[in-house]
Structure formats: structure tokens, C-alpha cells
């Protein structure tokens, strides 16, 4: 089992870095949205799947993530500026909101991310100084990668490098947060989401640990947000909207909540059939959340769970 | 020999049934002591109160002269106090290797540890392994605890309490739907550790022959208030204790 | 400038009424069923969209309308809980959430997918037209008499739930459900009345609310973000709490808008926090 994952990643990973080979423009757009879904989903699932929380408020740092990035990039135009800013603004904002949600039990959590979610649509829609209100920031430019005196790279849209730097910048997170869960901080957090009370009688302080889990999804939610402003050239409202906290919501359960590659699977997953729904009607929120009811009430184990326990045996057995 | 754990008029309501009553107690380090009383007589209560699952309405608790009353659970772990649960209280999902290492990670302060894998840590790692033979669950480090005997999860549950290796270790009835072969392996290790000094036991016990023979002191509870204190022979003497078991009276024909 | 605020807190008094006719639907069902329905603004909006076609489109009384609309979302309320609600009782917490979730996806589309995306707003009924000089302002007839009609829905909930049969039986349910079920309760046919009950609390906010607010995809979701402010607030599973907490929220939203119009939505936050620092359980919880 473990050599055909090794090799499954590894084929993957090759296919990734040449696709620019024998793709087009489209495809290597789809990507890089998959690309931010996939690092935007696994923040999310590091606080479900590992810690036991529910955040329906992840939005709001992908948000403060493309917004901090986009109001960068129109004053000092450097690439890397922008991606740090992006996950400094959202591990930052996880911090100070976290600090009054994770105290709570989880009901309260999930509907306090709910609300400071929609709180920080409302200042995105609002505040017109600041954000642009309903028209957004517009203008922004894919800055070049650069580390002044060192080198610059021109990440205009004629070569592939964004892809390329979305694509090493996502790998690298990804890895890093492998790295975390198989460390004793991510034992500690599974603890904590079996049973808070026996943690707390390890001499751990759930709270503590709670917000850290809090802030690192935010960070990775901030992340991807930044990755989204010198893509799209521009930044609306919509993203911090409750609708855009129920994706990664909805590819985790798709691909699967208690494995690690289930946020990636169902990111890939949910590109490919909204992909389908939308060339069919555009009402495909409907579809989205019919779907996210039927893996509730018939395979709440995700894609991944599936294919482990009911697709894997049967090719061993051939 | 050291007091470690002392309460003055410790007191819990729930409603107007009084739980904990004026209770004023001592825990001498290296005395196994043992809690029991009839249903209801706020044993657990107790315990909570001790280990910071409830806070007193009022009253006091002193850890080796430090006050801490109000101090929040890991933080009473961190002090030296630990318990085990009556009901479950152990991680189902996860192996029973990484039932104990979470614990022992929190020992080592090594919880926040993010970059290095688990796997790397080898003095964890022996930790574990030398607890997990302790309590005789070596062979079944790599189950998932969930699915475990019931006594195994008990054993399991105790290993836990231990892990972080308390001074003051409050066992909440251990034995608890076990048979008699694993209930002696527990007992065995209790006095074990206890002659070794490691940890001081307080245990709630309704299993007498336990409590006899295994206490160097017994405490009786009944109706939230201490009604006799001192050596088995004091307590088997002790008419107040016999009244108040009047319908478990088959206990004590047997002594 | 105390006028202003004076006469602000009585538009905000009737803004709380649309509130705890949310609420307490929401608290309803969580304090006796157990599931936080995510998607009961949804319900809301529904009431308010039946109304408008009722009422605005197909021209009938507006009474009438209501009455209709009522009956209609109790019947998509008997759905939802028969067919899929039912299922979830006794599964983790987070899939219930994520279940509920996904209704509100669902509905939001489903509403543009029949009437369109417009926001709509239909005419007042010539019964209520017309301003109280209250304070030297005008103060719609209107909004009295949502004020009114929410007090006697606090009055006649709590007239159920202490003095009647069914009342008692949802209480019992409520504090023990294994207990109830022994002592011959029918559970599910109670939980299916108290779903469908608390939808219908919703469509009646939202049917209320149609002469007055705008008909528009969201709107629902856009309040259950204060509903749940609200239930923080007066603590989760209380009626009284859910009641108290709408009038301080409605009240509270009425002077962010007058005050600090970007920050409204701030203000019930800051309130929200100072409440959970000082009583975690809510005002009224345990």
C-alpha cells in the first residue's frame, strides 16, 4: 500500500511540473485554482479533521490573505511581499478572532466562525476607503518575483513561472503540513479531538492548543488567498461571502475528512464536476449542496476512505 | 511524612443536595489511601474537586502548601496530579502507542514539537514502551484502543493517569468490570509503585477485599461529609461505617 | 439627539421582532431535537418569497397569504424533517452542521432558480398604511403591529409550553428523550410537530416582514447570523434568553446603523464577547 502511494505521489508530482508542456492557458488557470483550493482545504481540515473543529468562517482569512496581498502589490510590487503579507494577514486575524472563539464547545465555535466570517465580508463590502467596497481593488499587477539585489523573475502572463511559483510555494506548504500532523503537535491535536478532557489531564492546555490549530489554518487560508490577486488581477467582495467557506467544507468531505489527501482529492474532484454542472446550468449551488447532503446521509468516509476500503481490496485480490 | 494534598472546608452544591460538605482533608505522600462509601456518598465529587474537573463553591485545596483551588486542570497535571476515569476516558481512535505518547510528549514538553516526526523521537518513543510494559499492554501497542477488550481499555485508562507521572495519582474505582486475573495484574502494580514511592494512590474502591488489602489508610464518605478515617482495623471496627453499609452488610459478614 | 436614539430604539424593537420569530424557531429545535439547523434563515426567506408571490403576485389578502405561506413552509418543514433531519440525530455533531449546511446552498439556488435573483418588495396592505406621529417622527402602523405581533408570539409560546399537554411533553422531551419515549411519548411524531412548528415561526417572520424588507435571495442567512448572536447571547436552547437576546440585538443593529454604519454588524459582536467573557452559558443559560 505504502510504495503505491509513494509512486501515485511521485507520478503526480512529475505531471504537475511538466503540464505547462502540453497544456494550454486554461488548464494551467484550473490548476492553480485547484492548486489554492487544495492549500485553502487542508488549513481547514488540519482544525476538522485533526482538532475537531468546524470553521464555516475560513472565507474571511482568504480574504484578509488577498486583500493584504492585492493592497501590497499596488504599492511595492514584489511577489514574494505579497504571499508573505497574505499569510501574515490571515494567520493574524485567526489569532486576535480565535482568541474569543476557542474557548467555546464546538457549537458555539462553529457558529462564532460563521458570524466572523460574515463580519468580515461586511467590512469587505463596506468599507469603500479601504477595500473598494462592492467593485473591489482592480488593477493588480502580477508583480515579479524578486529579492531585490539578488534577482528578478518577470511573472508576466506570457511565461508559465506563476504557475510554477504557486505550484513550489503549494508543494512546499503541503509537505510542511504532512510534517506537522505526523509530529507530536499533530498527536496532541488528535487528542484534543477524541477527547478534550483526557488532554487536559496530559497537562496540555486545550485552549492553547485550539488557537494555534485556529491560526495556522488561518495562515494557510491567507496563503491561498494571496495567491489569488496577481492571478485574477483583481479582488471582490465574493470570496470572504459564507458561500465561498462552504468550498473547502465541501471538497474535504468529498475527498475525505479523516485522511490527509482528502482536501487535494476533493479539490481536484470538485473542479472536474463543477466544471461539468456549470456548461449545464448555472444553478450549480444547488447541485453543490444536494451533494454535500447525500455524503452525509450515505458516505460520510470521503472519495479517499472509499477507494482504500472498497476499491483497493479488490485490485489486491486479482 | 509530607502532606501532599490538604483541603480546608471544601464545599459543593448541586441544587440543594450538598455533594461535598465541609470536607477538610489530608493526603500523606507514600500512604496509599482509599476513598469508599455507599452510592452517592460525592466520592467522584470529591476527586472532580481535587483534580480540577468542578471548582469548589467554597473552601480551599492546597498542593504541598500551594494553593489551588481554582487552578485549571493541565496545570494541576503539570503540579504532579493526575486521575484515571470511572467512565472511559481514553483516545478510541488512536493506537494504544499513541494513547501513552501523547502524555508523554506533554511530560518531555515536547507537545509543540512540529517539524520533527514522531518516529524520530526515541526517547519518547522508549517511554512508552517501558510504560506499555508496565501495565502489560506491550504486546497490543499498535491496536486501535477503541477496539480493545474492556479490561485492556481500562488498563489502558490507568496507563494513561500514569504517563505523566504524578506525585499524587487519584484512581476513580480501576478494577472497575474487569476479571480477577486482570484486576490482580492491576493491584500488583499499584503496590508495586506505591512501595516504590513514585506516586502516592488515592483510590475509590467498592470492592472491599481490595480496599483491605491493599490501603494503608481508609477514608469513608457519606452523604458528602468524612464519617471515619484511619487504618482498615480502625475502620472494620468502626460502628458508624457499619450502619452506613447496613444493606451491604454482606461485606462486612465476610471480614 | 435623544429623540433620534429614542425613536431609533422602537424601530430597532420591531427589527428584534423578525429576530425572536428566528430565534425561537432555532431554539426550539435545538433545545428539544438537538440539531442546530444552519438552515433556518432559510425557512425564513422561504416565508417571505410564499408570501410575496401569495400577496404581491397573485393578488390575495394579505391575511390570507400568510396563513397560505405558513402551510406551505410547514409542508417543506415535514420534508426536510421526515427525509433527512430524521437521519442525522445520532450522528457526529460536525456532519449534522455540514447536512444543514448544504440545505442552505440548496434553498439559496432554488429561490433564483423560481423567482429569480431581484431583490423584490411588495406593496403595503392599504390596512396598515399610514405613520403614528411618535416623538415628533413618523412611525409606520406598520411596525407596530409586527411589535405587537411578536409580543403575542412570546405569549402564546410560553402559554404552550407551560399550560398545555403538548407543551409538557416537549419539555419532558427536551430535558430527557430516553426518559419521555419510556413514559410512552411518541418521539418522532413529537420531534416532526416541533419541526415543523419552529419552520413555521420562520415563514411567519419572513411572511411579516414582506410589505417592509426586501425579498431577495440570502436574506435568511444574512439574519441567522444574529439569530445565533442572539442564542449566544441568551444562552443556547432558552426561550426567554432567545426573546431578551433579540431585543437587544435588534435594538443594538438599529443604533450601529444610525451610529456607525460600517461597523453595525461590530457592535452585536462586541456585545457577543463581553457576554461570553462574563457568563460563557449565555444570560440565561445553564
Given at each position: 500500500m505504502k510504495r503505491i502511494k509513494f509512486f501515485l505521489l511521485l507520478a503526480l508530482i512529475i505531471f504537475l511540473f511538466s503540464l505547462p508542456a502540453f497544456s494550454g492557458k486554461y488548464i494551467l488557470y484550473i490548476t492553480i485554482h485547484i492548486l489554492i483550493l487544495s492549500v485553502f482545504a487542508l488549513g481547514f481540515n488540519l482544525l476538522l479533521g485533526y482538532t475537531g473543529l468546524l470553521s464555516f468562517g475560513q472565507a474571511g482569512f482568504f480574504a484578509m490573505g488577498a486583500y493584504a496581498c492585492a493592497k501590497i502589490l499596488l504599492i511595492l510590487p514584489s511577489l514574494l511581499l505579497g504571499t508573505m503579507t497574505g499569510m501574515i494577514a490571515g494567520a493574524l486575524a485567526a489569532f486576535i478572532l480565535g482568541f474569543l472563539c476557542v474557548r467555546h464547545t464546538r457549537i458555539y465555535f462553529s457558529?462564532?466562525?460563521?458570524?466572523?466570517?460574515?463580519?468580515?465580508?461586511?467590512?469587505?463590502?463596506?468599507?469603500?476607503?479601504?477595500?473598494?467596497?462592492?467593485?473591489?481593488?482592480?488593477?493588480?499587477?502580477?508583480?515579479?518575483?524578486?529579492?531585490?539585489?539578488?534577482?528578478?523573475?518577470?511573472?508576466?502572463?506570457?511565461?508559465?513561472?506563476?504557475?510554477?511559483?504557486?505550484?513550489?510555494?503549494?508543494?512546499?506548504?503541503?509537505?510542511?503540513?504532512?510534517?506537522?500532523?505526523?509530529?507530536?503537535?499533530?498527536?496532541?491535536?488528535?487528542?484534543?479531538?477524541?477527547?478534550?478532557?483526557?488532554?487536559?489531564?496530559?497537562?496540555?492546555?486545550?485552549?492553547?492548543?485550539?488557537?494555534?490549530?485556529?491560526?495556522?489554518?488561518?495562515?494557510?487560508?491567507?496563503?491561498?488567498?494571496?495567491?489569488?490577486?496577481?492571478?485574477?488581477?483583481?479582488?471582490?467582495?465574493?470570496?470572504?461571502?459564507?458561500?465561498?467557506?462552504?468550498?473547502?467544507?465541501?471538497?474535504?468531505?468529498?475527498?475525505?475528512?479523516?485522511?490527509?489527501?482528502?482536501?487535494?482529492?476533493?479539490?481536484?474532484?470538485?473542479?472536474?464536476?463543477?466544471?461539468?454542472?456549470?456548461?449545464?446550468?448555472?444553478?450549480?449551488?444547488?447541485?453543490?449542496?444536494?451533494?454535500?447532503?447525500?455524503?452525509?446521509?450515505?458516505?460520510?468516509?470521503?472519495?479517499?476512505?472509499?477507494?482504500?476500503?472498497?476499491?483497493?481490496?479488490?485490485?489486491?485480490?486479482? | 511524612m509530607a502532606i501532599l494534598l490538604r483541603t480546608e472546608k471544601l464545599k459543593k452544591y448541586f441544587g440543594l443536595v450538598s455533594a461535598a460538605d465541609h470536607i477538610d482533608l489530608e493526603i500523606e505522600e507514600g500512604v496509599l489511601t482509599s476513598i469508599i462509601g455507599p452510592n452517592g456518598a460525592g466520592k467522584t465529587t470529591l476527586v472532580n474537586l481535587l483534580t480540577g474537573n468542578i471548582f469548589p463553591d467554597s473552601g480551599k485545596v492546597f498542593f504541598k502548601e500551594e494553593e489551588i483551588t481554582h487552578l485549571p486542570i493541565h496545570e494541576r497535571v503539570k503540579k504532579g496530579i493526575c486521575r484515571s476515569f470511572q467512565i472511559m476516558n481514553i483516545f478510541p481512535k488512536l493506537t494504544v502507542f499513541e494513547n501513552v505518547l501523547i502524555p508523554i510528549f506533554a511530560l518531555m514538553n515536547k507537545s509543540l514539537s512540529f517539524y520533527k516526526l514522531i518516529d524520530d523521537h526515541l526517547d519518547a518513543k522508549e517511554k512508552a514502551e517501558h510504560l506499555l510494559n508496565e501495565i502489560g499492554l506491550i504486546d497490543k501497542k499498535n491496536l486501535t484502543a477503541g477496539i480493545l477488550s474492556h479490561g485492556d481499555q481500562r488498563l489502558l485508562e490507568i496507563g494513561l493517569a500514569m504517563a505523566p507521572e504524578p506525585k499524587l495519582l487519584f484512581l476513580d474505582e480501576p478494577t472497575a468490570g474487569m476479571n480477577p486475573i486482570e484486576r490482580i495484574k492491576v493491584l500488583e502494580n499499584i503496590r508495586k509503585l506505591s512501595r516504590e514511592k513514585r506516586s502516592t494512590f488515592v483510590i475509590i474502591e467498592h470492592d472491599m477485599d481490595?480496599?483491605?488489602?491493599?490501603?494503608?489508610?481508609?477514608?469513608?464518605?457519606?452523604?458528602?461529609?468524612?464519617?471515619?478515617?484511619?487504618?482498615?482495623?480502625e475502620i472494620k471496627k468502626n460502628e458508624e461505617v457499619k450502619k452506613v453499609y447496613l444493606g451491604e452488610e454482606i461485606f462486612w459478614q465476610k471480614r | 439627539m435623544i429623540e433620534k436614539l429614542l425613536f431609533q430604539?422602537?424601530?430597532?424593537?420591531?427589527?428584534?421582532?423578525?429576530?425572536?420569530?428566528?430565534?425561537?424557531?432555532?431554539?426550539?429545535?435545538?433545545?428539544?431535537?438537538?440539531?442546530?439547523?444552519?438552515?433556518?434563515?432559510?425557512?425564513?426567506?422561504?416565508?417571505?418569497?410564499?408570501?410575496?408571490?401569495?400577496?404581491?403576485?397573485?393578488?390575495?389578502?394579505?391575511?390570507?397569504?400568510?396563513?397560505?405561506?405558513?402551510?406551505?413552509?410547514?409542508?417543506?418543514?415535514?420534508?426536510?424533517?421526515?427525509?433527512?433531519?430524521?437521519?442525522?440525530?445520532?450522528?457526529?455533531?460536525?456532519?449534522?452542521?455540514?447536512?444543514?449546511?448544504?440545505?442552505?446552498?440548496?434553498?439559496?439556488?432554488?429561490?433564483?432558480?423560481?423567482?429569480?435573483?431581484?431583490?423584490?418588495?411588495?406593496?403595503?396592505?392599504?390596512?396598515?398604511?399610514?405613520?403614528?406621529?411618535?416623538?415628533?417622527?413618523?412611525?409606520?402602523?406598520?411596525?407596530?403591529?409586527?411589535?405587537?405581533?411578536?409580543?403575542?408570539?412570546?405569549?402564546?409560546?410560553?402559554?404552550?409550553?407551560?399550560?398545555?399537554?403538548?407543551?409538557?411533553?416537549?419539555?419532558?422531551?427536551?430535558?430527557?428523550?430516553?426518559?419521555?419515549?419510556?413514559?410512552?411519548?411518541?418521539?418522532?411524531?413529537?420531534?416532526?410537530?416541533?419541526?415543523v412548528f419552529a419552520a413555521m415561526l420562520a415563514a411567519l417572520g419572513g411572511a411579516l416582514g414582506t410589505p417592509v424588507r426586501v425579498v431577495a435571495p440570502g436574506i435568511g442567512t444574512a439574519m441567522i447570523?444574529?439569530?445565533?448572536?442572539?442564542?449566544?447571547?441568551?444562552?443556547?436552547?432558552?426561550?426567554?434568553?432567545?426573546?431578551?437576546?433579540?431585543?437587544?440585538?435588534?435594538?443594538l443593529t438599529s443604533y450601529g446603523i444610525l451610529l456607525f454604519p460600517i461597523f453595525e454588524l461590530f457592535i452585536i459582536f462586541v456585545v457577543m464577547a463581553i457576554v461570553l467573557m462574563v457568563k460563557p452559558q449565555g444570560l440565561f443559560g445553564k
Open positions: 457558529m462564532l466562525t460563521l458570524s466572523f466570517g460574515m463580519m468580515i465580508y461586511s467590512l469587505a463590502w463596506k468599507w469603500r476607503e479601504v477595500t473598494g467596497g462592492d467593485d473591489g481593488l482592480v488593477g493588480i499587477p502580477r508583480a515579479p518575483l524578486e529579492i531585490p539585489g539578488v534577482f528578478s523573475i518577470d511573472m508576466n502572463p506570457m511565461g508559465n513561472y506563476y504557475y510554477y511559483y504557486v505550484l513550489v510555494i503549494s508543494l512546499l506548504a503541503i509537505y510542511l503540513l504532512y510534517r506537522l500532523i505526523q509530529s507530536p503537535f499533530g498527536l496532541t491535536l488528535k487528542g484534543i479531538r477524541e477527547s478534550e478532557n483526557r488532554v487536559a489531564y496530559a497537562g496540555i492546555s486545550v485552549r492553547h492548543y485550539r488557537l494555534l490549530s485556529f491560526t495556522i489554518a488561518g495562515l494557510y487560508a491567507g496563503l491561498a488567498g494571496s495567491f489569488l490577486p496577481p492571478l485574477e488581477n483583481t479582488v471582490t467582495p465574493p470570496i470572504a461571502h459564507w458561500t465561498h467557506s462552504a468550498e473547502p467544507v465541501m471538497v474535504t468531505l468529498l475527498g475525505g475528512i479523516h485522511t490527509f489527501s482528502g482536501p487535494i482529492v476533493g479539490s481536484i474532484v470538485f473542479y472536474i464536476i463543477k466544471d461539468i454542472i456549470v456548461r449545464y446550468t448555472q444553478y450549480w449551488l444547488i447541485w453543490f449542496g444536494a451533494i454535500i447532503v447525500f455524503l452525509v446521509l450515505v458516505f460520510r468516509g470521503g472519495i479517499v476512505i472509499f477507494l482504500i476500503e472498497r476499491i483497493w481490496p479488490l485490485i489486491k485480490w486479482r | 481490595i480496599v483491605f488489602s491493599l490501603s494503608d489508610r481508609i477514608v469513608v464518605l457519606h452523604r458528602g461529609q468524612i464519617i471515619a478515617d484511619g487504618t482498615p482495623e | 430604539t422602537l424601530i430597532g424593537l420591531s427589527f428584534s421582532m423578525y429576530l425572536w420569530l428566528l430565534a425561537a424557531g432555532l431554539t426550539l429545535v435545538f433545545g428539544v431535537l438537538g440539531v442546530l439547523n444552519f438552515a433556518h434563515g432559510s425557512l425564513f426567506m422561504l416565508g417571505a418569497y410564499a408570501t410575496f408571490t401569495f400577496y404581491g403576485k397573485l393578488g390575495l389578502n394579505f391575511w390570507l397569504s400568510i396563513f397560505l405561506s405558513l402551510l406551505c413552509v410547514g409542508g417543506i418543514g415535514v420534508i426536510l424533517e421526515c427525509l433527512f433531519f430524521r437521519r442525522i440525530y445520532h450522528i457526529d455533531l460536525p456532519y449534522q452542521l455540514i447536512l444543514t449546511f448544504g440545505f442552505i446552498l440548496i434553498f439559496d439556488d432554488l429561490v433564483k432558480m423560481v423567482w429569480g435573483g431581484v431583490a423584490m418588495i411588495p406593496p403595503m396592505p392599504r390596512f396598515f398604511e399610514g405613520n403614528f406621529n411618535i416623538l415628533g417622527r413618523p412611525f409606520p402602523y406598520y411596525n407596530i403591529f409586527i411589535i405587537c405581533a411578536g409580543i403575542a408570539v412570546a405569549l402564546l409560546l410560553w402559554l404552550i409550553l407551560e399550560k398545555t399537554w403538548w407543551g409538557r411533553m416537549i419539555r419532558a422531551s427536551a430535558s430527557d428523550r430516553e426518559m419521555a419515549s419510556a413514559i410512552g411519548i411518541n418521539i418522532p411524531l413529537l420531534f416532526t410537530n416541533v419541526f447570523i444574529q439569530a445565533f448572536v442572539i442564542t449566544v447571547i441568551g444562552g443556547l436552547g432558552n426561550l426567554k434568553g432567545a426573546f431578551v437576546g433579540a431585543i437587544i440585538v435588534g435594538i
